[in-house]
Nanobody
Framework: QAQLVESGGGVFQPGESLRLSCKVS????????VGWFRQAPGKDREGISC??????????YYSDDVKGRFLISRDNVKNEMYLIMNGLVPEDTAVYFCAAVATGVLPNICVSHTEYSDLIVWGQGTQVTVSS
């Protein structure tokens, strides 16, 4: 069974940085589009950064809230994806999820995840708390 496992969450102070990792098993990440999502208390899940493979190129998306602070990457050899989070603010407090969908199935999953959630493989989430 396909599995994504996040790690790297915890409690951080404003201004700090961290790296979330997502280990993928049972499928080859190279054939998948990937993304990071978060869900804050009382809010809907939102897509914050996604990579969509398109004719040999990779389109990278960042939400306005994280653009310029977060960096998504992937290592298809290790079968892992990452999210570097810089300049943390309390509003970054949320459960963070990694996700993947086979390339070509959906457009940018950061945008389409709500309607097509069942087509996406999700991790179980890792809590990130930003507090002074």
């Amino acid at each position: 069974q396909a599995q994504l496992v996040e790690s790297g969450g915890g409690v951080f102070q404003p201004g700090e940085s961290l790296r979330l990792s997502c280990k993928v098993s049972q499928f080859a990440l190279i054939y998948y589009d990937v993304g990071w999502f978060r869900q804050a208390p009382g809010k809907d899940r939102e897509g914050i950064s996604c990579m969509t493979q398109n004719d040999g190129l990779e389109d990278v998306y960042y939400s306005d809230d994280v653009k310029g602070r977060f960096l998504i990457s992937r290592d298809n050899v290790k079968n892992e994806m990452y999210l570097i989070m810089n300049g943390l603010v309390p509003e970054d407090t949320a459960v963070y999820f990694c996700a993947a969908v086979a390339t070509g199935v959906l457009p940018n999953i950061c945008v389409s995840h709500t309607e097509y959630s069942d087509l996406i493989v999700w991790g179980q989430g890792t809590q990130v708390t930003v507090s002074s």
